[in-house]
């Protein structure tokens, strides 16, 4: 049974169409976690050298076995705000006969191969052989890996136990939050020592091994606690940790009414973003982006290399359609069968488009004036980079988004989600840091840099009268395409 | 067979089903009919221990199906697609499912021989996941796993739902034939009343949770139903 529900899983894996997919994203990830896994190897097999290094004059164990209460702390905190049970999974197999039993072992059981619990292993198990059993024999160096293992699934198990708790009782996340800062505070002034607490437990786990397994002990009785809770609570709608029904956001948007259709398209794409995590979170992320500038301005290592500021410039203010607009035709990918019906020319859907990234544009310029702050000449530039954005760089956006976009689901979580990248995502690049410098460059070389900014915030205004010229291109490319976009969204 | 006793489940305080007493003998063909949320698949996930009753209990040869699992041995059901592991193929799922019911590779294979003509060649031997199928092909994929492991019980929501004429013909033709020849107690809920008076000896319409009638099928019945449907 076990071994065919691994196989499922495997599968499950193996043949979501996502992972096909993203397949270069995920061979990212893939690889990103054999290097995140060499590197704990790496400072595992180098720990006792790297505090040599810091502490020239310390001992090593000492000083780490201090340190394991915070590392736990921490790993505690992590485990709580990326640690999850896939409990849904089991939902297709509730109504076989199968025993609940099995499947919450299975469940549990597998949680425990969890990156957080092998990192762990990688980074101590070196440390304990290298250091601790040569030092103080090698029940010592067992007892100490154990007893950190053990702490490790103890916390895995109570982070698990702990989140599904907080689904019934929301103020258990209070009580902790005051008991880590009490015990937090009362460490910073030094009242009580959560390091020499941590010493000395571990001292008394390298004098007597045996203590290793206490928190064996205790990992096997949180998985008990966890197994008789899940046996009771095994109903779909009550592990299911998404609110069954939302509360509907967001303002309803009644001032874009007066623009007509394309007014009513604006007001449903903003509902659009306010309702959905991941299209928020870009918007939310486009607007912290704004600060950019003070990462550069104030900065003395950039004021001769004004060339950056453009591309700050038009990064600021043109956050949002860069951020957001490269998945331009994704957005709808749910609804695009009746983008294509409803009652409205494709003309309206790609202009209102446009004309929510001017909004947003313009609203940013406005905000970025502040930087003016930083001298008159980011104000220009600043001012040349919106039109440029504006005029040019929006409508490449949109002609690069239309390049084959992939579906995106609206409803799944924002962090670490790659649905809808694309060829198009690497290619949104030439907007950002190689168009803008197409006319600035050269004469920036030949000394002339002001002429420069202002001839590329002029083509930028050229393009912005334009426009319409544009937006019909973009509406004929649509309109030919169209059919291929729609399958491609339906065929995923 | 199957015993509701002061059955009911609120959300919230709307009570989506209340069923004080209900019974269905063992054998019987049972139809539950009543607009959408009447609370007809609520009741069915109660009995299937999918939702947890707000009060009473439902009962299963006299066990109650949220402290025993034993029902899960000769109850087959499939109500919606996350009853299916959609990222199989349909051949992987009924290995699953017959590698659960102790199937051998000739049993399966003789098993799904006599749906060979509810399949229309459109399911078997096809390398496609069952996400990848229509919605008719998986519920056909859904029913025939339901029907697997000689089941003495068997809840199907909607089964005529999104198939084609000839499909929906067949299957009545199946599910006749199985609640006949082996004392299948079957509970169907269905909208298509022509099929359900069809199929059904018996007939409870739901509304808004509450049974608001429970009649034995006889030919005024479908006359009967549609006369109470269209005053509503």
Redo the contacts between chains.
């Keep these: 049974m076990v071994g065919t529900f691994f196989s499922h899983s495997w599968k499950q894996q193996f043949r979501s169409p996502i992972w096909a997919k993203n397949l270069i994203a995920n061979l990212f990830l893939g690889f990103a976690a054999i290097v995140l896994v060499g590197y704990a190897l790496l400072l595992g097999i180098f720990l006792n050298e790297i505090i040599l290094q810091l502490v020239p004059e310390g001992n090593p164990l000492d000083i780490l076995n201090g340190l394991i209460i915070y590392y736990l702390a921490f790993e505690f905190f992590i485990r709580f705000f990326l640690q999850n049970v896939p409990v849904m999974s089991i939902q297709p197999y509730l109504h076989l006969p199968i025993k609940k039993a099995k499947m919450i072992n299975y469940m549990l059981g597998k949680s425990a191969i969890s990156p957080f619990n092998i990192i762990g292993i990688l980074f101590f198990s070196p440390f304990a052989f290298r250091v601790v059993a040569d030092s103080q024999g090698s029940a010592a160096g067992w007892g100490w890996l154990v007893f950190i293992v053990g702490l490790a699934l103890t916390l895995h198990y109570l982070v698990l136990l702990f989140k599904k708790k907080l689904n019934d009782q929301p103020n258990l996340m209070f009580a902790f939050v005051i008991i880590f800062g009490t015990l937090g505070g009362l460490d910073i002034y030094s009242i009580i020592s959560l390091s020499s607490a941590s010493s000395a437990m571990m001292d008394a786990v390298i004098a007597q091994p045996i203590f290793g397994l206490v928190p064996v002990v205790l990992a096997v009785l949180f998985y008990f606690l966890n197994f008789n809770y899940l046996v009771n609570n095994t109903y779909p709608e009550e592990i299911s940790t998404k609110k069954k029904t939302s509360n509907i956001t967001g303002g309803q948007f009644a001032f874009l009414k007066r623009f007509g259709h394309k007014g009513e398209l604006m007001a449903a794409e903003l509902k659009l973003i306010m309702r959905h995590k991941r299209p928020r979170t870009t918007v939310l992320l486009g607007a912290l982006l704004l600060l950019y500038g003070l990462f550069f301005y104030p900065n003395p290592a950039y004021q001769e290399m004004d060339f950056i500021f453009v591309f700050v410039g038009v990064f600021i203010t043109g956050i949002f359609f860069l951020n957001y607009g490269q998945f331009l035709l994704s957005w709808d990918s749910g609804f695009f069968d009746f983008v294509l019906t409803r009652k409205s020319t494709f003309r309206e859907y790609i202009e209102a488009k446009y004309l929510l990234f001017l909004s947003a544009s313009t609203i940013a310029f406005v905000l970025s004036l502040a930087y003016g702050y930083f001298g008159w000449k980011i104000v220009l530039i600043n001012l040349c980079a919106y039109l440029f954005n504006i005029g040019i760089n929006v409508f490449v956006v949109m002609r690069i988004a239309m390049f084959g976009p992939k579906k995106i689901d609206l409803n799944k979580r924002a962090a670490f989600n790659y649905e809808g990248v694309g060829a198009a995502q690497f290619l949104i690049i030439i907007p950002i840091m190689i168009l803008p410098y197409v006319i600035y460059a050269p004469l920036a070389i030949a000394g002339n840099d002001v002429l420069g900014i202002v001839l590329t915030g002029g083509a930028g205004l050229i393009g912005f009268l334009l426009r319409n010229k544009s937006i019909d291109g973009l509406t004929n490319y649509f309109i030919k395409n169209r059919h291929k976009i729609a399958a491609g969204f339906r065929a995923q | 067979m199957i015993n509701a006793k002061e059955l009911s489940k609120s959300y919230s305080s709307v009570t989506v089903v209340n069923i004080p007493e209900l019974s269905i003998p063992k054998g019987e063909s049972f139809g539950l009919v009543g607009n959408n949320g009447a609370g007809k698949t609520t009741f069915f996930r109660m009995i299937?221990?999918?939702?947890?009753p707000t009060t009473g209990s439902v009962t299963s040869k006299d066990v109650d199906v949220a402290k025993d699992?034993d029902w899960?041995?000769y109850?087959g059901?499939f109500l919606d697609e996350?009853?299916?592991?959609?990222?199989?193929t349909p051949d992987?799922y009924f290995e699953?499912?017959g590698?659960?019911?102790g199937y051998s590779d000739g049993d399966l294979k003789e098993f799904l021989q006599r749906f060979e003509a509810l399949f229309n060649d459109e399911i078997i031997g096809k390398k496609k996941?069952i996400?990848d199928l229509s919605k008719g092909n998986q519920k056909k994929v859904g029913i025939v796993g339901a029907l697997m492991?000689n089941p003495e019980v068997i809840l199907l929501d909607e089964p005529f739902a999104n198939l084609d004429p000839t499909t929906q013909i067949r299957l009545k033709d199946v599910l006749k034939e199985w609640s006949e020849k082996s004392q299948l107690t079957m509970l169907i809920s269905s909208h298509d009343l022509n099929h359900v008076t069809e199929v059904c000896e018996r007939i409870v319409l739901l509304e808004k949770g509450e049974i608001k009638q429970d009649i034995q099928t006889s030919d005024s019945t479908l006359k009967d139903l549609e006369d109470y449907f269209a005053a509503y």
């Design positions: 299937l221990d999918l939702v947890r699992e899960k041995n109850t059901s996350s009853f299916l592991i959609d990222y199989l992987e699953f499912l590698s659960l019911h996941y996400r492991g």
